[in-house]
């Protein structure tokens, strides 16, 4: 066999312990199982979710803005009694949070002119968490769009007899475009953006777990080596000291890559539990597909291909500078500490991008942000869609440059004593 | 005939502190040579520095006529260095891990696999080769890690502390085991604190103090010198 391959099996064994594989089919099981635990809770407290309504004016209006809110995926339920309060503590409403009152003469007021009140009244309880309140805020919305829409259009069929409330309520309706890169198509701004983060939604989390994960791993492997001393043996032997640079980075490339595969998988499982709306976010933007094709904003197979070559350099490169720090260690429990080198570029790298509109942000924030390695991998989906190839290639080979440096560093501190005598002691580090 | 080792004015800096001050000594080809001394005077980084893994702020060292700067490549190829508390690879059994380092240092072929199978046979742990190296005890774990270091057959075999922290009788086999390497041609520079153990194995010892050499023969040539018996009153003597 190969000497490299026989030191990254020998990497491997020793990254990829059973306490490990362990602990991520759990995470995969958590993961799986609160997804589904809270996505079946969420399910019933939105069915649960009707509405109470009080109709005191028991009119033809009245009986057809219930049926209105009936169409809107609400239930509404009508009760018997006549105040509110009574309403509110009866037994059988205990568990119901939305009310409705139709105020008696609500259709007489309208039919001449005059404004009446339709009362909404929604019960927030103590101790409210999970995503109940936020469904039932939504249902109280579409409620009183519902009602709105129904008084209005009643009272026009009243006073403009044959036509259409529709019509009336929007003779010239808006048509919208988006154009990108002299592309232009029939559809919404929003659709596009949510087309664009719908994509790129699990990726800069996949990402920040792979460079997190694949970073410890090859700071412990290389710090633990010098604390066992295992590494002289291997630097007196007559080994080639690039092949024990590139076999550890190998390792911890390939066990990173498995593991936040596992991890997005949970993820995604989770994020299908919860919202129900199965793992593919594009689901949510399909209607607007064919635009959005033209618009050249869906992925194809070199898009992907380049995003991926983008956050394989982005790994290399934590690979790479993890590699230096775990050199620099003075052991494996100096490992957390020693990650914050890391962690702070790799953190900006991650939020600001999505706070900071970088077209327009000022140019010290952006040639900061353009120099830490891993923002072209984060920013890679978004530059491939909007077109900006020259951008991501740009960014490979800045990645690919800085890999390069790193790895040369690294490889000169195997080969001299600096790896057994150079202790890098951070100001926070006891 | 070639010195198997020749050290000659042989220093090393850290900074302001020198650990090595100028040692001079040579091995010939088949001999057990110890270097003794308290701790911190400089026996492991002259060792590491002979392993090629430190280079010296100045002086030289040569295994069998190589330049361990110039030449360290070809050096590596005819030594094995065994670091004082060395560890294995936790989570290779101590059959990976010898067929493991045979690969590494005579790649792969039938060379390595006749060096792994004299690992398995010099460690003495049988059946227990098949378990992973972290359920060794520290004596087991250390005749791995000396079956490593003499498998491949080293011209020069350089061993830190070969027995530290080890029982009476893990110790014992250990020094047979150098021993009988000795007597087939084997060169050895060892580091011991352990009196009995030098004057069992060696056949010239080198007292160093402050990185410096204070006496180098043989033991009963020592021990007359100082007028004693006992080669702990020498050492003591001369350090003191």
């Given at each position: 066999m190969n000497i490299f391959f026989v030191l990254l099996k020998k990497e491997l064994k020793e990254l990829l312990t059973a306490q490990l594989v362990i602990t991520i089919a759990v995470t995969l099981l958590v993961f799986h199982v609160i997804g589904k635990a809270v996505g079946s809770h969420n399910k019933s407290s939105a069915a649960r979710n009707g509405i109470v309504v009080l109709d005191l004016d028991r009119s033809d209006l009245s009986a057809r803005l219930i049926k209105a809110i009936a169409g809107t995926r609400t239930r509404p339920s009508a009760a018997p009694q006549r105040?509110?309060?009574?309403?509110?503590?009866?037994?059988?409403?205990?568990?119901?949070?939305?009310?409705?009152?139709?105020p008696a003469g609500l259709q007489a007021a309208v039919r001449a002119g005059r404004t009446s009140n339709i009362e909404y009244y929604s019960r927030f309880r103590r101790q409210a968490s999970g995503l109940g309140p936020a469904i039932a805020a939504s249902q109280i919305r579409r409620t009183q769009q519902a009602a709105a829409r129904e008084t209005a259009a009643y009272l026009m069929q009243l006073?403009?007899?044959?036509?259409?409330?529709?019509?009336?309520?929007?003779?010239?309706?808006?048509?919208?475009?988006?154009?990108?890169?002299?592309?232009?198509?029939?559809?919404?701004?929003?659709?596009?953006?949510?087309?664009?983060?719908?994509?790129?939604?699990?990726?800069?989390?996949?990402?920040?777990?792979?460079?997190?994960l694949s970073a410890q791993m090859i700071m412990t492997a290389v710090a633990s080596e010098k604390e066992n001393k295992t590494l002289e043996t291997l630097l007196s032997s007559p080994l080639d000291r690039r092949l024990l640079v590139m076999s550890k980075l190998a390792a911890a490339t390939l066990i990173?890559?498995?593991?936040?595969?596992?991890?997005?998988?949970?993820?995604?499982?989770?994020?299908?539990?919860?919202?129900?709306?199965?793992?593919?976010?594009?689901?949510?933007?399909?209607?607007?597909?064919?635009?959005?094709?033209?618009?050249?904003?869906?992925?194809g197979g070199p898009g992907y291909l380049l995003i991926g070559l983008s956050v394989m350099f982005c790994i290399l490169c934590a690979l790479s500078i993890a590699f230096i720090l775990g050199i620099l260690s003075e052991d494996v429990k100096s490992i957390q500490t020693m990650m914050t080198p890391l962690m702070m570029p790799l953190m900006l790298a991650y939020l600001l991008?999505?706070?900071?509109?970088?077209?327009?942000?000022?140019?010290?924030?952006?040639?900061?942000?353009?120099?830490?390695?891993?923002?072209?991998?984060?920013?890679?989906?978004?530059?491939?869609?909007?077109?900006?190839?020259?951008?991501?290639?740009?960014?490979?080979?800045?990645?690919?440059?800085?890999?390069?440096?790193?790895?040369?560093?690294s490889t000169r501190l195997f080969s001299g004593d600096a790896l057994l005598t150079l202790r890098l002691r951070l100001p926070w580090m006891k | 005939?070639?010195?198997?080792?020749?050290?000659?004015?042989?220093?090393?800096?850290?900074?302001?502190?020198?650990?090595?001050?100028?040692?001079?000594?040579?091995?010939?080809?088949?001999?057990?040579?110890?270097?003794?001394?308290?701790?911190?005077?400089?026996?492991?980084?002259?060792?590491?520095?002979?392993?090629?893994?430190?280079?010296?702020?100045?002086?030289?060292?040569?295994?069998?006529?190589?330049?361990?700067?110039?030449?360290?490549?070809?050096?590596r190829e005819i030594i094995s260095y065994l670091p004082e508390e060395a560890g294995a690879y936790k989570n290779l059994t101590g059959r990976?891990?010898?067929?493991?380092?045979?690969?590494?240092?005579?790649?792969?072929?039938?060379?390595?696999?006749?060096a792994a199978a004299e690992g398995e046979r010099l460690s003495g742990l049988g059946a227990r080769l098949g378990d992973k190296i972290k359920t060794y005890s520290k004596g087991m774990a250390r005749k791995l890690l000396l079956a490593r270091a003499v498998m491949i057959r080293p011209r020069l075999a350089i061993l830190d502390e070969p027995t530290s922290g080890l029982d009476?009788?893990?110790?014992?086999?250990?020094?047979?085991?150098?021993?009988?390497?000795?007597?087939?041609?084997?060169?050895?520079?060892?580091?011991?604190?352990?009196?009995?153990?030098?004057?069992?194995?060696?056949?010239?010892?080198?007292?160093?103090?402050?990185?410096?050499?204070?006496?180098?023969?043989?033991?009963?040539?020592?021990?007359?010198?100082f007028a004693t018996e006992d080669l702990e009153e020498v050492f003591i003597k001369l350090t003191q």
């Open positions: 105040e509110i309060a009574a309403a509110m503590a009866a037994p059988e409403y205990a568990a119901e949070n939305s009310f409705m009152v139709i006073r403009l007899p044959g036509l259409d409330p529709d019509f009336l309520r929007d003779p010239a309706p808006p048509r919208e475009f988006a154009v990108i890169n002299g592309l232009t198509a029939e559809v919404s701004l929003s659709q596009v953006i949510g087309f664009i983060q719908s994509q790129s939604y699990f990726f800069p989390i996949a990402v920040f777990f792979i460079v997190i990173a890559a498995a593991l936040s595969g596992a991890y997005l998988l949970g993820m995604r499982s989770f994020m299908a539990g919860v919202t129900g709306l199965g793992a593919d976010p594009a689901v949510a933007v399909a209607a607007a597909a064919p635009a959005l094709a033209a618009l050249g904003v869906a992925l991008p999505i706070f900071i509109d970088m077209s327009t942000a000022h140019f010290g924030l952006k040639l900061l942000l353009y120099a830490i390695p891993f923002t072209h991998a984060f920013m890679a989906p978004q530059n491939v869609m909007m077109g900006n190839i020259a951008q991501v290639w740009w960014g490979i080979l800045y990645q690919a440059a800085v890999f390069a440096v790193c790895v040369t560093i | 005939m070639t010195n198997a080792l020749e050290i000659t004015g042989l220093v090393k800096k850290y900074k302001d502190f020198e650990a090595v001050a100028g040692l001079d000594f040579n091995v010939t080809p088949g001999e057990i040579f110890a270097l003794v001394g308290p701790n911190g005077v400089g026996k492991s980084t002259t060792l590491k520095m002979i392993a090629t893994i430190l280079t010296p702020t100045a002086g030289s060292a040569a295994v069998f006529g190589l330049d361990t700067i110039r030449d360290a490549h070809a050096v990976e891990y010898l067929d493991f380092m045979a690969m590494v240092f005579l790649k792969d072929g039938p060379r390595a696999r006749a009476i009788v893990n110790a014992y086999e250990i020094r047979k085991t150098i021993k009988a390497l000795a007597a087939g041609g084997m060169t050895f520079l060892i580091s011991s604190h352990n009196m009995g153990e030098i004057e069992f194995l060696s056949g010239r010892i080198g007292v160093i103090n402050k990185g410096r050499m204070l006496a180098c023969d043989t033991p009963a040539a020592l021990k007359a010198r």
